[in-house]
């Protein structure tokens, strides 16, 4: 027997037992000492806590009889055989116990326990881990004992982890037995459904496992059908949605890997299917039994959320082109509110000037967060406003270089208005209107200054620069008819304000009824044109008279003549003299579309001409995923967390006005949105179930992400919304009772984001005899981590050690029974104090001190 102690520190206490002598020197009764001296020591080594290790001989020994119908009946025999033989070896001492996984008519010799079934899937479905389980509960806490597993390895669960870990914390060992197990009919054993929106191809691949030589066929098929849910809670098939190719057996020996199939996903719901493997040549399928066939829940994610930025007109013909497949949701340029809950925003032929720099930048942030951008648009948008120069510039793919060099060169204008009294009402009202009109074509770097003359001439405005468009036109604003008409001196007056200003161009423009005196303005406006000014005139009002008057003015200027009657006749008058650069980059005409990138495009798609397209240069770093004349069409590019991808042309409009015929338009548009639209989901969630148990995990993508909200449907179709546990700042757990027999279906809401997860009922086991040899339990790791052995062979099972009595120790608590000693040692030190040492002579008896 050995003895150790938690707490050994306490043993110092005893250096302070024989303070107990030294201070009771004056007693002389040393059985007192004695008595008090071991009640204190009791107390000390109490404290300490021994344990008390004491040599066992004793051990029960578990044997776990894998009798299920994968493993064949000779194999099952001789492990029966080898467990009768085990047993025999133990002495009357050893405890025994057998669980075997089915009930067996004959019985053995020590106590036997069954597994009960555990799964809907089947009645012949087993479990190693609860066997695993149960055999731990029969070796009680602190003994000695070992498990011996009789198995194939074809567990229908892999919940046999925690299982391992009280083998290890309780020193208990585990041997493995392999045994045979029978050939398989060709299964199903894994279905694997691509993640796939409304409208998009939901991609399915199902892995085969068995003998292919069981099979009396020559092809074989998938076939995934949708089932439909009575209320008697059967199943049976609706309709059917997909089949894989043929897949010949008598080219090979053994099946394929996987077989796949694809169909176009038709709704957003959880759709229930059925997958089984048929005989290609009359599709019915390789087993009558329906339990061999593969039930599923396959969730289809809700529409795409895409925000539009464009006119509100072009909404409704955008989701037509688009389809279900998307969530359109239209907001005016002007009124940018920002991204909100969407994945995608559609940038669509907007101008510079209707998306202010403030609501760009507030893009430009969602981009970079990883919100999606796609931008298109054909000269209104590209050009005529300069989009490509704006703030969204550097997050394009494409670099746009401006369509025209404007070179406008500083301009100097001088307009001459008769305030005079015959300019009373309409005429001064059409002139002032004609100036303002003048002023407001000039740019603010441009010079103006108005004269007006009534008799005698005046600077209404001096020359300046026309940077204060406001401010000169309320100085017009204020003139008033009155006085004579004198213009000669005024265009005089003009001339000179103009001579002592720099421009590379200088206009006169003088402005009246023709009312006006006799004078040599032939030989002034000779005189002004050879300073290389120009003279135009407007003739206000209807005088016919002076009308020829005007009109020599202005031809002896070099200028143009007007006449303005009444408001219709107002014009615009422009001064300027831009200059284009040769090169249009919008380009007209019928161009063939090259697709590149076929991980994006179906092979067999092929657009029709274009007519009309941006000519811009491609970035570095960019994707060219279509192209015509070699200039790229259709770009895209990684900027910060997000997509951008620009088609340089319009997705309503002239340029591609050729492919409103198209039937695959929509198609190939919304599949080059959905690429470039948010990869990354807010939230990631995760579904683990362990029998009826079903453990949801949820994590937030983003730093600053809020709770989301997790419902459940019910049998019934009705939501339950279910309490989530927060683990972490960005992770939140639920762990909801699930019937196994039930499949789960879960959506994950946060404002007007949606995800819906689906898992099918027994998701967490395999039903008999559809468990593949990749699936199987390792039983030499089983073994190891057992601190066990792995015997290949039942006829090699050379357990003689496992099996005999095992020396071990049983730990034993020792302070209770300190403590209950110390006790008695108190109440006899009473008692010794009480008895009676001697009788006095009156018949008392005197009580020791």
Not at 381 to 392: C, H, K
Not at 521 to 541: C, D
Not at 773 to 802: F, I
Request: with cysteine; aromatic share 8%; hydrophobic share 40%.
């Amino acid at each position: 027997m050995n003895i150790t102690f938690s707490h050994p520190l306490y043993g110092l206490l005893l250096l302070l037992i024989p303070l107990l002598w030294w201070f009771a020197a004056a007693t002389t009764d040393w059985r007192k000492k004695l008595l008090r001296s071991v009640l204190l020591s009791c107390i000390i080594v109490a404290l300490m806590e021994p344990v008390g290790l004491f040599a066992q001989l004793r051990s029960t020994q578990v044997f776990i009889w894998d009798n299920s119908p994968s493993v064949t009946t000779a194999q099952q025999q001789e492990a029966r055989a080898s467990i009768e033989q085990k047993l025999a070896q133990l002495t009357d001492s050893d405890n025994a116990v057998v669980i075997q996984l089915h009930p067996s008519q004959q019985d053995f010799p020590v106590s036997t326990l069954t597994i009960a079934s555990q799964s809907s899937i089947t009645d012949s479905s087993s479990s190693l881990s609860m066997a695993l389980e149960l055999a731990l509960q029969q070796i009680p806490v602190g003994e000695m004992g070992a498990i011996t597993l009789y198995s194939d390895g074809h567990a229908t669960d892999s919940h046999w982890q925690s299982a391992i870990t009280q083998l290890q914390e309780r020193n208990i060992r585990l041997h493995t037995v392999a045994l045979q197990s029978r050939s398989q009919t060709p299964f199903i054993a894994a279905l694997k459904v691509s993640d796939a929106r409304v409208t998009q191809r939901v991609k399915v691949a199902a892995n085969l496992a068995g003998d292919v030589s069981l099979l009396n066929v020559d092809t074989v098929q998938l076939s995934l059908y949708q089932l439909a849910e009575s209320k008697a809670t059967t199943r049976h098939p609706l309709k059917l949605l997909a089949r894989s190719p043929a897949y010949d057996i008598n080219d090979s020996d053994s099946l394929p890997a996987s077989l796949t199939l694809s169909f176009v996903a038709p709704q957003a719901d959880f759709i229930p299917v059925l997958a089984r493997l048929e005989n290609a040549q009359d599709g019915s399928p390789l087993t009558s039994d329906p339990q061999q066939q593969w039930h599923d829940v396959i969730a289809i994610q809700p529409p795409l959320p895409l925000l539009h930025i464009g006119d509100s007109s072009a909404h409704e013909s955008l989701e037509r082109l688009l389809g279900p497949g998307f969530q359109v949701t239209t907001q005016q340029p002007e009124q940018f509110q920002g991204v909100a809950d969407n994945a995608l925003v559609l940038l669509n032929n907007v101008t510079a000037s209707r998306f202010s720099k403030n609501s760009q930048q507030r893009l430009l942030q969602s981009i970079e967060q990883g919100t999606g951008l796609f931008v298109s648009g054909g000269q209104r948008a590209f050009v005529d406003d300069n989009f490509a120069s704006s703030t969204l510039a550097p997050a394009l793919p494409v670099r746009v270089p401006p369509q025209q060099t404007l070179n406008q060169d500083s301009i100097a204008l001088a307009i001459v208005i008769d305030s005079s009294g015959s300019m009373m009402g309409d005429p001064l009202r059409l002139a002032k209107q004609m100036a303002r009109l003048a002023v407001q074509k000039l740019k603010p770097s441009d010079q103006v200054g108005v004269v007006e003359f009534y008799g005698a001439r005046q600077w209404a405005v001096p020359m300046q620069l026309a940077e204060h468009a406001e401010l000169i036109e309320r100085s017009i604003g204020k003139m008033q008819a009155q006085g004579g008409s004198t213009l000669f001196p005024a265009i005089e007056e003009a001339y000179f304000g103009l001579k002592n200003v720099t421009a590379r161009y200088k206009h006169l423009l003088v402005i009246s009824d023709a009312g006006v005196e006799e004078n040599n303005y032939r030989q002034l406006l000779k005189h002004i044109v050879s300073e290389n000014i120009t003279v135009s005139t407007a003739l206000v009002g209807s005088n016919q008279e002076g009308e020829q008057r005007m009109v020599d003015l202005a031809r002896w200027g070099h200028g143009r003549y007007y006449s303005i009657n009444n408001d219709f006749d107002m014009v615009q008058l422009d001064f300027n003299a831009p200059q284009l650069t040769p090169d249009e980059i919008y380009q007209q005409d019928q161009f063939n579309v090259s697709l590149h990138r076929n991980d994006w495009w179906p092979k067999a798609l092929t657009p029709p001409p274009l007519r009309g397209f941006i000519k811009a240069d491609k970035r570095l770093a960019a994707t060219t995923l279509a192209s015509v004349a070699q200039q790229p069409l259709l770009s895209s590019w990684q900027y910060g967390s997000g997509r951008v991808t620009t088609l340089l042309t319009e997705i309503l409009g002239t340029g591609s006005e050729t492919w409103s015929d198209w039937p695959d338009y929509g198609n190939w548009l919304a599949r080059a949105l959905q690429h470039t639209a948010q990869q990354q989901q807010p939230y990631q969630m995760t579904l683990q179930r362990q029998f009826s148990q079903l453990r949801v995990d949820i994590t937030a993508n983003q730093a600053n992400a809020l709770p989301p909200q997790l419902s459940r449907v019910s049998a019934d179709g009705s939501l339950i919304t279910e309490p989530l546990t927060r683990r972490a700042p960005h992770h939140w757990v639920a762990i909801l009772e699930q019937p196994s027999s039930e499949a789960a279906r879960l959506i994950l809401q946060q404002g007007g984001w949606q995800q819906f997860a689906a898992q099918r009922a027994d998701a967490d086991l395999h039903a008999e005899l559809q468990v593949a040899n990749w699936q199987k339990l390792s039983l030499p790791a089983l073994a190891e981590a057992g601190q066990g052995q792995y015997w290949s062979t039942v006829s090699d099972t050379l357990l003689g050690q496992s099996l005999q009595r095992q020396q071990g120790q049983r730990a034993v608590v020792l302070w209770p029974w300190l403590a209950s000693l110390a006790l008695i040692l108190y109440l006899l030190d009473i008692l010794y104090r009480r008895w009676p040492a001697s009788w006095t002579r009156n018949g008392r008896w005197r009580v020791r001190k």
